[in-house]
């Protein structure tokens, strides 16, 4: 009977490996769908930038004005969003607003 329990929790870990590791991938490759252009994002080679081009096999980012090419499987994690779509007046608005409070000040 004790020759039994040894083999059976060396499949039984190693099925949790192999389930814990594909969790893990299919988290990166949802992590990776999800970046779009605008976001600030950091390379495994540790470099950041904001996505300029993105598509099934690469990436191009602008950093500081300089466009990089990499493969997207290059991407580490995406450091901040793109910022969220507000209209151009608003912006404007809010902008002239903040202004004019600094003014009256």
């Not at 990776?32 to 980012?61: A, C």
Request: glycine residues 8%.
């Amino acid at each position: 009977m004790g020759q039994f329990i040894f083999p059976v929790l060396m499949l039984g870990l190693l099925g949790w490996m192999v389930f814990s590791q594909k969790k893990q991938q299919q988290n990166r490759v949802n992590a990776l769908n999800q970046i779009k252009k605008g976001d600030e994002i950091v390379t495994i080679g540790g470099l950041y930038g904001i996505v300029d081009e993105i598509n099934d096999q690469k990436v191009v980012l602008d950093i500081d004005g300089i466009y990089l090419t990499f493969d997207r499987s290059a991407i580490r994690n995406r450091v901040t969003e793109a910022a969220s779509t507000v209209p151009v007046e608003a912006a404007i608005e809010g902008t002239n607003e903040e202004s004019d409070s600094a003014i009256e000040e």
